[in-house]
Nanobody
Framework: QVQLVESGGGLVQAGGSLRLSCAAS????????MGWFRQAPGKEREFVAG??????NYADSVKGRFTISRDNAKNTVYLQMNDLQPEDTAVYYC???????????????????WGQGAQVTVSA
C-alpha cells in the first residue's frame, strides 16, 4: 500500500504561484511513474503533469508555467505552479502508477494510488 498526501494548496491571485507537495509513505515511489491531475467543478479529472524516472510530461494548458519534480530522498513529488490563472482553479490530485517506470500515462485508470486532493483557487 502507498499513501499519498497533498499539501500546499490555497487561494492565490492571478499571476501568483503555489507549490504543491505530494508526500508518499508505505513504499518507496522512486521507481514509479507519478502524476498530477486536477478536477474543476462539473468537469472530468484531467492530466496536468507527470514524471517517470527520467522524463517529464505536461498538458498543453500548463506547459511553460508548471514544473513537476521529485525528491527521492524525501519520497516526495512536487508541482511548482507559476503564473496561475483563474482557469487553473481545481482540486489537484497526486497519483502513483506502480506498474511502470516509463512512460508517463495520462489516463486516470493507469494509476493505482491517489491522494485526497488539494484545493487550488485562483482569483482574477
Amino acid at each position: 500500500q502507498v499513501q499519498l498526501v497533498e499539501s500546499g494548496g490555497g487561494l492565490v491571485q492571478a499571476g501568483g504561484s503555489l507549490r504543491l507537495s505530494c508526500a508518499a509513505s508505505g513504499r518507496t515511489i522512486g521507481s514509479y511513474v507519478m502524476g498530477w491531475f486536477r478536477q474543476a467543478p462539473g468537469k472530468e479529472r484531467e492530466f496536468v503533469a507527470g514524471a517517470s524516472t527520467y522524463t517529464f510530461n505536461y498538458a498543453d494548458s500548463v506547459k511553460g508555467r508548471f514544473t513537476i519534480s521529485r525528491d527521492n530522498a524525501k519520497n516526495t513529488v512536487y508541482l511548482q505552479m507559476n503564473d496561475l490563472q483563474p482557469e487553473d482553479t481545481a482540486v489537484y490530485y497526486c497519483a502513483a502508477d506502480e506498474h511502470r517506470q516509463y512512460p508517463v500515462m495520462t489516463n486516470t485508470g493507469a494509476y493505482d494510488y491517489w491522494g485526497q486532493g488539494a484545493q487550488v483557487t485562483v482569483s482574477a
